[in-house]
Nanobody, 126 residues
């Protein structure tokens, strides 16, 4: 089992940047693929990005490609989401999630991830 704690959210103007961090407990962090999701008010939680266990593969939803970068530091048990060129439509609560499986049918679905953090608010003003 792993516990996840997000940080780094806040209020930023459009065009600005934020870096989210997700710190994981436990000694098996490197055995999890990690994902970031977000949920805007009145909307369903949606996939944002994923990084494989090795860090060698990354995946993004189309709306953030070229603006967001997911990375991991296994020595620090931490996954990051660097968010640049932020837009008001990026406003949401951002969640990190851990996937313990060594396979996936659809990495974009919530059910693929067994462990979730509590979320961190990102607000982008226009």
């Amino acid at each position: 089992q792993v516990q996840l704690v997000e940080s780094g959210g806040g209020l930023v103007q459009a065009g600005g940047s934020l870096r989210l961090a997700c710190a994981a407990s436990g000694r098996t962090f490197s055995s999890y693929a990690m994902g970031w999701f977000r949920q805007a008010p009145g909307k369903e939680r949606e996939f944002v990005a994923r990084i494989s266990r090795s860090g060698g593969s990354t995946y993004y939803t189309d709306s953030v490609k070229g603006r967001f970068t997911i990375s991991r530091d296994d020595a620090k048990n931490t996954v990051y989401l660097q968010m640049n060129s932020l837009k008001p439509e990026d406003t949401a609560v951002y969640y990190c999630a851990a996937d313990p499986r060594n396979y996936y049918s659809d990495y974009r679905v919530i059910a693929q991830y067994d462990y979730w953090g509590q979320g961190t608010q990102v607000t982008v003003s226009s």
